[in-house]
Antibody
Framework: EVQLVESGGNLVQPGRSLRLSCAAS????????MHWVRQPPGKGLEWVSG????????RYADSVKGRFTISRDNAKNSLYLQMNSLRPDDTALYYC???????????????WGQGTLVTVST | QSALTQPASVSGSPGQSITISCTGT?????????VSWYQQHPGKAPKLMIS???NRPSGVSNRFSGSKSGNTASLTISGLQAEDEADYYC??????????FGGGTKLTVL
């Protein structure tokens, strides 16, 4: 059974940093691209960032480019999101998501974690 | 990098069929057959209902189907059931090699 468990969410002041983690199990982690998707309270989904299986291609949404860094450690079956210069509009539930197909940059996300809440506020 | 456009809400009665549209541009939906649809119930993580325009993952009811014409994708739910009431989101790859989501559509089963 695929499991994705996010952690690291917290209440943080504007301008500060936070690092999210996603522990993966139940599948061959190093065969899959992985993504972060966020959802502000009461609002819709927003794709944040994606990284392919060997970290060779990384992409970011314009809203986080230059502030967030995605990475992965295949030996630890883990995905990370380093978030710097946080702003109040970064407040959201952050999901880790796995595509349906291995070795694919483009398939839909068939597995999601439960999310970890990041709140940016004074 | 604009969000895809979905109607804010749609409704239907049990047993009926409804269609949710998702309008993009020639830089996303119009250029790629990588449109996905997600269902989200309150307090739950999204669930993949359709991938690659019209590919239904294992375990998803065949009442759900997807299609695409030009820059617009559509999700059709036939034989509407009470448990279909949820928020639905479309998503597409883009020419910038990023993903974009629609704003979401709230489906009400009357």
């Amino acid at each position: 059974e695929v499991q994705l468990v996010e952690s690291g969410g917290n209440l943080v002041q504007p301008g500060r940093s936070l690092r999210l983690s996603c522990a993966a199990s139940g599948f061959s982690f190093d065969d899959y691209a992985m993504h972060w998707v966020r959802q502000p309270p009461g609002k819709g989904l927003e794709w944040v960032s994606g990284i392919i299986w060997n970290s060779g291609i990384i992409r970011y949404a314009d809203s986080v480019k230059g502030r967030f860094t995605i990475s992965r450690d295949n030996a630890k079956n883990s995905l990370y999101l380093q978030m710097n210069s946080l702003r109040p509009d970064d407040t959201a539930l952050y999901y880790c998501a796995k595509p349906m197909r291995a070795w694919s940059k483009s398939s839909g996300f068939d597995d999601w974690g439960q999310g970890t809440l990041v709140t940016v506020s004074t | 990098q604009s969000a895809l456009t979905q109607p804010a809400s749609v409704s239907g009665s049990p047993g009926q069929s409804i269609t949710i549209s998702c309008t993009g541009t020639s830089s996303d939906i119009g250029s790629y057959n990588y449109v996905s649809w997600y269902q989200q119930h309150p307090g739950k993580a999204p669930k993949l209902m359709i991938s690659d325009v019209n590919n239904r993952p294992s375990g998803v009811s065949n009442r759900f189907s997807g299609s695409k014409s030009g820059n617009t994708a559509s999700l059709t739910i036939s034989g509407l059931q009470a448990e279909d009431e949820a928020d639905y989101y479309c998503s597409s790859d883009t020419s910038n090699n990023i993903r974009v989501f629609g704003g979401g559509t709230k489906l009400t089963v009357l």
